[in-house]
């Protein structure tokens, strides 16, 4: 797999490269050559400005340069960091990257020959098990834990022994009282935290010892939304879901696209220059839907997706969440919602104390006093 992507990066690469020639060539007939090095220099910059610009806080992932970001927020502050968010993108911004691309094209490429080497000598046991995988017949689990646990003090399990297996296009609610163990599955499925003991795949990623390099990748195919919006609060409707396109390089164009379809998507469309404290908390809402699910990933997981919402716009949320999976997109949620799980009928596993107490279909909210 790293290899396909490789070859398309390589094919994109190749791309950039001609159209970086061909511009390249066109301002040589035109522009004097510079007589020193130092002049060339401070001409390039002239060339290039980027303003304020910072070189070291972009986080150029599309060519095998990948970042490992601890949380969510770091992502988002790593992107907060790049200059131009919410601009839309410039010529000059496309030239400056082209130009990088190309002043590290062989340095990558020698990278990641080594890379796809160490990585087979890292990560044998993972290519053991997606290869197993695939010749089982639950082909279609997309989730699944195996004898998980999770303690953060010794002997004191956040999470004790869990066994879970989602599949493809499943829509399940995970229910539990305060300090069940619920926001400890879900970081461990996003590989911010690691378990004490068990397994843990996601979307055919081994994530419980999954090599650093790799956890963007796995990022990239679970979108995330929390009960507290977590949108930039300085940057409009529209700039808050470029800024996830953006992390993954995607091209101007296709951006240019992207948005606001997502955007109708979620209902937004005629809101696309408001600021977050504009909004409605379901709006809010609304626009961390689109910004989780903008990149298209196979799974979505929300943590209280309603917390902080009405009973209106609850219900809201709940049937965009609804038709969001009838779209394909796997579906984790998160929720103290009784009234919202009885009447939704699907899959809900309970969780009381860090163990799974019950895993029904079509199932409601076990009234009990966790
Ligand atoms: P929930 O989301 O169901 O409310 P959590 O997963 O947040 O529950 O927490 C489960 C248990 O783990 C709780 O007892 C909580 O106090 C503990 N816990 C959660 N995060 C940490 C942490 N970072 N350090 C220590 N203990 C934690
Ligand atoms: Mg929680």
Not at 30 to 36: H, I
Not at 165 to 192: A, H, P, Q, Y
Not at 339 to 347: A, E, G, P
Request: proline share 4%; glycine share 6%.
């Amino acid at each position: 797999m790293a290899r396909k992507e490789f070859i398309e990066d390589s094919e994109e690469l190749r791309a950039v490269i001609a159209d970086l020639k061909s511009k390249t060539e066109k301002t040589e007939k035109t522009a004097p050559l510079p007589e020193t090095e130092a002049e060339s220099a401070e001409s390039e910059e002239e060339e290039f400005p980027p303003e304020s610009y910072d070189e070291d806080s972009f986080t150029d992932d599309s060519f095998g340069e990948e970042i490992a970001y601890d949380s969510f927020e770091d992502r988002i502050n790593d992107t907060i960091a790049m200059d131009g968010i919410g601009e839309a993108v410039t010529r000059q911004e496309e030239e400056l990257k082209s130009r990088q691309a190309l002043e590290r094209a062989s340095a990558r490429e020698k990278r990641a020959s080594h890379e796809e080497e160490g990585e087979r000598q890292r990560a044998p046991k993972e290519r053991r098990v997606s290869g197993k995988r695939k010749k089982k017949k639950d082909d279609n689990v997309i989730i699944s834990l195996e004898g998980v646990s999770k303690s953060y003090v010794k002997g004191v399990p956040a999470l004790n022994n869990v066994n879970i297996k989602i599949r493809k296009g499943e829509f399940v609610f995970i229910v539990g009282g305060s300090g069940s163990g619920k926001s400890t599955l879900i970081r461990l499925l996003l590989r911010e935290l690691q378990p004490t003991r068990g397994q843990i795949t996601v979307n055919g990623y081994r994530v419980d010892n999954m090599w650093r390099g790799k956890i963007p990748k796995l990022r990239r195919s679970i979108g995330v939304v929390f009960q507290d919006f977590r949108l930039l609060h300085d940057r409009n409707v529209y700039e808050n879901v470029a800024f996830a396109q953006r992390i993954i390089q995607t091209p101007a164009r296709e951006m240019k696209r992207n948005v606001p379809d997502i955007l109708a998507t979620v209902g937004l469309a005629g809101k696309y220059k408001a600021k977050p404290e504009e909004l409605s908390g379901g709006e809010q809402q609304r626009v961390a839907l689109a910004r989780a699910l903008v990149n298209k990933p196979p799974i979505l997981l929300c943590d209280e997706p309603t917390g902080n919402l009405d009973p209106r716009m609850t219900i809201e949320i709940m049937n965009l969440l609804d038709r969001i999976n009838q779209n394909g997109t796997t579906v984790v949620v998160v929720t103290h919602n009784e009234k919202i799980v009885n009447d939704m009928r699907k899959r809900v596993i309970t969780i009381k104390k860090g163990v799974v107490i019950s895993d029904e279909e079509k199932g409601g909210y076990i009234d009990e006093d966790y």
